[in-house]
């Protein structure tokens, strides 16, 4: 079992940046694929963001690619979502997602089993 627990969204005016983090449980963490995903209000869930175990491999949806930067830190077990130029279309719940099946890299959601709460970055134009 992992848990992930989200933390670092608020209230930003377009422009800005929020830095989230995902603590994990679990001594594989290294192991594990992960990734972000946001749901804003009346839409479905989207990709935004993954990174490979090792953190060799990162990729970016469209919409903020050149904007947003994924990391990792295995001896924290912790990964980051560093969101700069933030913009009103950015506001939604963000989740983060962990891939422990051996899989090194995914951006489906399907792909991932286990899911944090969430945190809520709103953007203020």
């Known amino acids: 079992q992992v848990q992930l627990v989200e933390s670092g969204g608020g209230l930003v005016q377009a422009g800005g940046s929020l830095r989230l983090s995902c603590a994990a449980s679990g001594r594989a963490f290294s192991s594990y694929g992960l990734g972000w995903f946001r749901q804003a209000p009346g839409k479905e869930r989207e990709f935004v963001s993954a990174?490979?175990?090792?953190?060799?491999?990162?990729g970016y949806a469209d919409s903020v690619k050149g904007r947003f930067m994924i990391s990792r830190d295995n001896a924290k077990n912790t990964v980051y979502l560093q969101m700069n130029t933030l913009k009103s279309e950015d506001t939604a719940v963000y989740y983060c997602?962990?891939?422990?099946?051996?899989?090194?890299?995914?951006?489906?959601?399907?792909?991932?089993?286990?899911w944090g709460q969430g945190t809520q970055v709103t953007v203020s134009s």
């Open positions: 997602a962990a891939d422990p099946g051996g899989r090194n890299y995914a951006e489906h959601d399907d792909e991932y089993d286990y």
């Open positions: 990174i490979s175990r090792g953190g060799g491999r990162t």
